[in-house]
Structures are given as structure tokens and as C-alpha cells.
């Protein structure tokens, strides 16, 4: 399938005017290749959604946001954003049970929600229960904010740039994390952000927040018996 130049956005916006929703362009439909155009600025709300045939795709570098739930449970199995990507909306990528590697571009500030509301519904991470298990950050990263990594149990591992100074509530809850470092910028770790994480044994915290260890550790739901260590300070276990 090809999309002709000149257009500018797939799909529309998420309600009816009586608040019903819309189907996605797209949506649960057996299309596996798409040629995009280069004018192409706005993927909304569910535009592949469901797409199970769809194992990648060329993204144009003009395009600058990607809308809720536009490729959740696709077949994607890699993500590379482009360049002018600076929004990407929460469940864009939630289930892809194939999507395994994900790099971020350049530009990108905040990735993800402030809280998992909207309009009275409760939404889900932007990689949400998929099969993530590489991601590359970009240095240009402030803020990772609720729930996106939930239950991502094949990512094992992030490196955080440094800058970033937030990371939200339940972001990597139920993830297959074994190891976290904080980077010296980062200013908040949300509640349970690491709850449920059963194989996360090390945790290195910047100085100001192992300054105050025991509150981060506590709000965070680490397990018990990681070591939690400060750049410059003996480790400690974790004790309920």
C-alpha cells in the first residue's frame, strides 16, 4: 500500500462528538507493507492498531506525533522514530508481542503521560506487556512518565542519559529489569516504579537521591534484598 504525497495525517481524533470511538483507519486489517509520504506529520489514534501482518515500517522524517494506541498489537518488530518525532501518546505500542528493539530520536523530551487518566479512562504505558528488550534513550530525554515499560518482562536492562530528571509512576513496575542506575540529573523515581520487579538486584542512586534512600526505596517498591548503593557510599540491602 502506498499513501500519497500531500497528506499529512492518518486517522483523527479519538471521540465521536457523542463520545463514542472511532475505528482506526487501518485497524485490525491484514495490511504488511505501507510506503509513507514524505509530508506525512500526524499517525492518530489507532491507525494500525491490530495490524498483526505489519512487521515494520518506514517512518518519514517529517513525522512529529504518534497517537494513542496507533500500533498496539501490531506485528512490529522494530522502531527507529525519526527525527522530528516529539510526542508519542500513551498504548501506541501496547501488547506488540513482537516489538523487540526501539530507538528514540534525537529531540524527544518527555516519553510518555503525567498519570494514566483521560477523559475518565484509564490508559495503559506507551510499550506496555510488549517485547521490548532493547532501547536506546536519546540525551535529549527529561522526563519517562507513567507506566511505559510496565510489564515489560524482556527488558532487562536501560541506560539512562543523563538529563533525564523524571521518572514516572509504575514505569518499569513488572519489568524484566536486573539492574538500575541513576544518572546524577535524575531528580524523582515515582511511586512503585519497580514493584514487581523480581529480578532487579542492584540499584545505583545519584547523591541526592540516596540522600534520602530509605523514602525512594520505600516509594518505589523495590524488592527485598536488592543492594542499593550512592556513587560514593558502601552498599546496603533492602530490609522489610
Known amino acids: 500500500m502506498t499513501l500519497n504525497e500531500g497528506l499529512e495525517a492518518i486517522g483523527t481524533d479519538e471521540y465521536l462528538p457523542d463520545g463514542d470511538q472511532y475505528f482506526g483507519v487501518f485497524q485490525d486489517s491484514g495490511v504488511e507493507i505501507v510506503a509513507l509520504p514524505s509530508s506525512l506529520k500526524r499517525i492518530e489514534y489507532r491507525a494500525f492498531c491490530g495490524c498483526e501482518g505489519l512487521e515494520s515500517i518506514l517512518l518519514p522524517d517529517s513525522l512529529g506525533a504518534i497517537g494513542k494506541q496507533s500500533f498496539q498489537g501490531s506485528g512490529l518488530k ?51 506487556e510488549s517485547a521490548v528488550e532493547s532501547v536506546e534513550l536519546p540525551s535529549t530525554l527529561k522526563k519517562i512518565g507513567y507506566s511505559v515499560f510496565f510489564g515489560a518482562t524482556s527488558l532487562e536492562s536501560v541506560k539512562l542519559p543523563n538529563g533525564l530528571e523524571t521518572i514516572g509512576q509504575r514505569c518499569f513496575q513488572g519489568s524484566g529489569l536486573r539492574k538500575f542506575a541513576a544518572p546524577a540529573t535524575l531528580k524523582k523515581i515515582g511511586p512503585d516504579a519497580f514493584k514487581g520487579c523480581k529480578n532487579l538486584d542492584a540499584v545505583q542512586l545519584n547523591i541526592a537521591l540516596y540522600a534520602a534512600k530509605d523514602k525512594v526505596v520505600k516509594g518505589t517498591g523495590l524488592r527485598a534484598g536488592a543492594t542499593v548503593t550512592g556513587p560514593t557510599v558502601k552498599a546496603a540491602k533492602v530490609v522489610v
Do not use: S
Open 78 to 128: 522494530n522502531f527507529v522514530a525519526p527525527a522530528a518525532l516529539r510526542a508519542i501518546a500513551p498504548e501506541a505500542f501496547y501488547k506488540c508481542g513482537r516489538l523487540t528493539h526501539v530507538t528514540l530520536n534525537e529531540g524527544l523530551e518527555v516519553l510518555g503521560a503525567e498519570d494514566n487518566f483521560e477523559n475518565g479512562r484509564a490508559l495503559h504505558g506507551i510499550f506496555e
